[in-house]
């Protein structure tokens, strides 16, 4: 079984992130730049199960602009076996980037595809889903184990209320949410080699996608700020302050 | 035209994000419609009929609805879109599950987790860990959108219930099958909504000691247990506790933060609530930057003494 894994390439998550001056967006020139985190556990997945036999062959792909060869790079290093750079400059929504992996999945005949459950930038949460219902294709979201059986994935789900398991036929899309593995450093040696492992460069236009926006995306604020608080002193003077002052308790 | 709002529940009771997402459906237009889909669900269709504003109530019952499965529970929001020309669900883990799905098979483009409703097809919502706003507009035929029920209050409930109409979904093929659910029982308020929450971080240092320093304080307020990923990730509380940009998103009147030093990926799921408390031993710890109150000082000093002074 082959599988594809979907990785973005977004600010790094401990980038304290700027607004731009004018409204129009969120300053990234220059910030630090990295593999979406929820993405290193969906290719750590993906390796672990080509270890263990459970599948034969992890192919990476991210949509997005030239940089974006540096996250497949490091999944390479991870372990994968080869990357697709789908090359798009600008806003890709999550819809457009959905139907671009739908036919990379096709034509590659994945059997499945790990995404992460979100991205740490646009916090959408989508793209695994709308891939899953484009492919015809079982979902299982939010992974936080996930056990082979035959023609089969039992899949533990993180759940507002606890957990869930559920069995998926496949061919099936897995997002990845955080306690699904912790992923591995890539050690030197395998960063090297990661440099000679294939990857090859498409568009939209030569997979037929439009990635025009739907959505317009008018202005981008600053969120409310917090008035300062005070430090206090004791626990006597802090109950005072949450009952007279505060009224919560 | 109308609004269907797929509703959170567990067939015996409808979920307070409902009552929420309600609020929200209400501001985008007048007539609401409230789809349970589920198995033995007449108690959540009844305490969905009795919310003030909806038009009317569709209860869709079939064994394959019972978990609320993604793939026959979008296929039946699907079969009903035509007559609707937005789609609501809260943003739960049910409803992060299904509504992409039902927007890619729409072919339209989902807004997720909405803040604030600025005109029928302009919405609010926090990107880069609630770092930044964005105004965004829709102008496709459907709009699909999850709201974020802590930035609503619950809808009131009514004198007059809405009707029900029963709907009998379409059968589809069956690409997953439920097998358990292993929930967290306790029986303090739901996170999610509770009033009053105490929240404890990795200084808490194992399980054992989570619990007997974080519950016996929040069991005095009556409130809900939340954790830190590091927390949760150190196996000191369960998964459903944790707040952040990627668990739970909470806005109590009262947050009080135990041994959490304040990282942004925590702040976007707390800052929020109304007054926040911070506990800490470091005081140039980033959770002050956002606190109310803060105290400098040992947790397992601090936490004890106010529960004995309560
Ligand atoms: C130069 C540039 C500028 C941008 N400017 C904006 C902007 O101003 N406003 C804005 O809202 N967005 C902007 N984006 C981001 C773009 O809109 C997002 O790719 C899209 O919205 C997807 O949302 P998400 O990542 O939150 O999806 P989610 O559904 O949260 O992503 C879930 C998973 O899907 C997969 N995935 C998602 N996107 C990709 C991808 N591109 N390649 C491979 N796998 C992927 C990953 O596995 C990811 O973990 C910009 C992107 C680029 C490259
Ligand atoms: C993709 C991604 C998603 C994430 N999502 C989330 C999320 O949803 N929620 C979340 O919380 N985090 C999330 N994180 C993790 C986040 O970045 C932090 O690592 C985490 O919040 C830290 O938890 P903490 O504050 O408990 O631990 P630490 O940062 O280690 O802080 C412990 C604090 O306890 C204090 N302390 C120690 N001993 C005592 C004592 N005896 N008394 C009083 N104070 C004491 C210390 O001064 C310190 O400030 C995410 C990270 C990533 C990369």
Known sequence: M????????????????RMK?????????????????????????????????????VVVISVGPAQAQEVLRTALAMGADRAILVQAEGRVEPLAVAKILQRVAQSEEAGM??????????????????????????????ASKVEMSGGSALVTREIDGGLQQIELSLPAVI???????????????????????PLVQQ???DLGIDVAPRLNVLRVEEPAARASGIRVGSVAELLDKLKTEAAVI | MAILLFADHDNASLSEHSARALSAALQIGAEVDILIAGQGAAPAAEAAAALTGVRRVLLAEDGSLSERLAEPTAA???????????????????????????????????????????????FKRPIYAGNAIEVVQSAEAVRVVT??????????????????????????????????????????????????????????????RFEATINPLAD??????????????????????QVGQTGKVVAPDLYIACGISGAIQHLAGMKDSRIIVAINSDGEAPIFQVADYGIVGDIFDIVPEMERAL
């Open chain 1, 21 to 57: 001056a004018d409204g129009t967006g969120v300053d990234l020139a220059n910030a630090k730049m990295s593999m979406n985190p929820f993405d290193e556990i969906a290719v750590e997945q993906a390796v672990r199960m080509k270890e263990a036999g459970e599948a034969s062959e």
């Open chain 2, 147 to 208: 709201v974020r029920s802590a930035s609503f209050s619950p809808a009131a409930t009514g004198s007059a219930a809405a009707p029900i109409v029963a709907i009998q979904p379409a059968t589809v093929p069956a690409l997953s099958s439920f097998r358990q659910n292993l929930l967290s029982a306790n029986d303090r308020p739901d996170l999610s909504s509770a009033r009053i929450v105490v929240s404890g971080g990795r200084a808490l240092g194992s399980k054992e």
């Open chain 1, 175 to 197: 997002t990845a949410d955080l306690r699904l593995n912790e992923p591995r450093y890539a050690s030197l040696p395998n960063i090297m080699k990661a440099k000679k492992k």
């Open chain 1, 2 to 17: 082959k599988i594809l894994v979907p990785v973005k390439r977004v600010v790094d998550h401990n980038v304290k992130i």
């Open chain 1, 203 to 205: 568009t939209p236009e």
């Open chain 1, 113 to 142: 595809v790990i995404l992460g459950k979100q991205a740490i930038d646009d916090d959408c949460n989508q793209t695994g889903q709308m891939l899953a219902a484009l492919l015809g294709w079982g979902q299982a979201t939010f």
């Open chain 2, 76 to 122: 039946l929001i699907v079969q009903l879109a035509g007559d609707y020309d937005t789609i609501v669900a809260p943003a739960t883990s049910s409803g992060k599950n299904v509504l992409p799905r039902v927007a890619a098979l729409l072919d339209v483009m989902q807004l997720s987790e909405v803040t604030e409703v600025v005109a029928p097809d302009t």
């Open chain 2, 220 to 241: 005095k307020l009556g409130a809900a247990v939340g954790a830190s990923r590091a927390a949760v990730d150190a196996g000191y509380a369960a998964n459903d506790f």
